[in-house]
């Protein structure tokens, strides 16, 4: 297995641990945005991948996910992490504000999962041009899962969502060495194993303060705390699904997502999207079968 060497680069206001594999600064950037509970490493198998299709593919830490920067402004809202997104590109690239072909490395490719799927959605719909493609896994926009949200079965799914918008959270999370998120990943899972995904995410949820960054990603959904002034301006359009065509990837027996979700994606995203079950897998397709999920995802990217 590939061995990464953590980076860090800054890129809107905060410092941004990342790992990579490819060219640096020579071949197109392919963006991979990581979940919960989750690191930059659920991208261990793709990043080579990516780069031996001649991307410089590069995973970073979201933040407050050590060892990127906890920000000060507690702010977790879409707007704010499309926004990381769109500055990390401008930063590892050298693009200005408006990313052309002629632009620094030009567009990209963005590869989000989970929370990452939302950032991606709101990177691409901000800035358009920075980005080429659009692969988003196990999580659709929120207008799909709206119609589905407060169904009993989903709901039940979704039960830790709501956990998370109480002051139990951060203690039910850190409680006997974070068995809480190892349930969620066998829960989430099938027959698959997460204890190499679980150290990294330990190291990342190291002290409380990051613990609490990743619980208010789910917080900043019902608005349980003030949202930036910052982003006010580009908060709807954040929002948004993007133009651009989608490849969405979800597992089949997703123990945190029902299949009606990716149905109703399909009706959500742009013309020419494409949205596919992945069999006999559950929330996390590309660690549960990574060679026939890596090569859809090349596939589309090509």
């Given at each position: 297995?590939?061995?990464?060497?953590?980076?860090?680069?800054?890129?809107?206001?905060?410092?941004?641990?990342?790992?990579?594999?490819?060219?640096?600064?020579?071949?197109?950037?392919?963006?991979?945005?990581?979940?919960?509970?989750?690191?930059?490493?659920?991208?261990?198998?793709?990043?080579?991948?990516?780069?031996?299709?001649?991307?410089?593919?590069v995973?970073?830490?979201?933040?407050?996910?050590?060892?990127?920067?906890?920000?000060?402004?507690?702010?977790?809202?879409?707007?704010?992490?499309?926004?990381?997104?769109?500055?990390?590109?401008?930063?590892?690239?050298?693009?200005?504000?408006?990313?052309?072909?002629?632009?620094?490395?030009?567009?990209?490719?963005?590869?989000?999962?989970?929370?990452?799927?939302?950032?991606?959605?709101?990177?691409a719909?901000?800035?358009?041009?920075r980005?080429?493609?659009?692969?988003?896994?196990?999580?659709?926009?929120?207008?799909?899962?709206?119609?589905?949200?407060?169904d009993?079965?989903?709901?039940?799914?979704?039960?830790?969502?709501?956990?998370?918008?109480?002051?139990?959270?951060?203690?039910?999370?850190?409680?006997?060495?974070?068995?809480?998120l190892?349930?969620?990943?066998?829960?989430?899972?099938?027959?698959?194993?997460?204890?190499?995904?679980?150290?990294?995410?330990?190291?990342?949820?190291?002290?409380?303060?990051n613990?609490?960054?990743?619980?208010?990603?789910?917080?900043?959904?019902?608005?349980?705390?003030?949202?930036?002034?910052?982003?006010?301006?580009?908060?709807?359009?954040?929002?948004?699904?993007?133009?651009?065509?989608?490849?969405?990837?979800?597992?089949?027996?997703?123990?945190?997502?029902?299949?009606?979700?990716?149905?109703?994606?399909?009706?959500?995203?742009?013309?020419?999207?494409?949205?596919?079950?992945?069999?006999?897998?559950?929330?996390?397709?590309?660690?549960?079968?990574?060679?026939?999920?890596?090569?859809?995802?090349?596939?589309?990217?090509?």
């Amino acid at each position: 297995m590939t061995t990464f060497t953590v980076h860090s680069v800054p890129a809107n206001g905060l410092r941004f641990g990342y790992i990579e594999a490819g060219e640096a600064g020579e071949a197109p950037l392919a963006l991979c945005l990581h979940g919960f509970p989750d690191t930059a490493h659920t991208f261990r198998y793709l990043l080579p991948e990516l780069a031996r299709a001649g991307y410089w593919a590069v995973a970073p830490f979201m933040r407050g996910y050590a060892p990127t920067e906890v920000p000060e402004d507690a702010c977790y809202e879409t707007a704010a992490l499309a926004t990381d997104v769109n500055a990390l590109h401008a930063a590892l690239t050298g693009s200005g504000p408006r990313s052309s072909t002629e632009d620094g490395l030009g567009p990209g490719v963005l590869i989000g999962h989970d929370w990452g799927a939302f950032a991606a959605y709101g990177a691409a719909a901000l800035e358009p041009r920075r980005w080429r493609s659009v692969v988003a896994l196990s999580s659709p926009p929120t207008r799909a899962i709206i119609p589905s949200f407060l169904d009993y079965d989903q709901l039940r799914r979704s039960f830790h969502q709501f956990l998370f918008q109480t002051p139990l959270a951060e203690a039910a999370v850190m409680r006997d060495d974070y068995a809480f998120l190892r349930r969620l990943w066998t829960d989430w899972t099938v027959d698959y194993d997460p204890s190499t995904d679980l150290t990294h995410v330990r190291a990342a949820l190291r002290d409380q303060a990051n613990v609490t960054a990743a619980i208010s990603y789910f917080r900043g959904m019902f608005d349980v705390y003030p949202r930036s002034s910052r982003y006010a301006s580009i908060r709807h359009r954040a929002q948004a699904v993007p133009t651009h065509p989608v490849l969405y990837l979800q597992g089949e027996r997703d123990g945190s997502l029902g299949t009606d979700l990716a149905e109703n994606a399909r009706s959500v995203f742009a013309a020419d999207s494409v949205v596919e079950l992945v069999e006999g897998v559950g929330h996390f397709p590309h660690l549960e079968r990574p060679a026939p999920v890596n090569r859809r995802i090349l596939d589309w990217l090509s």
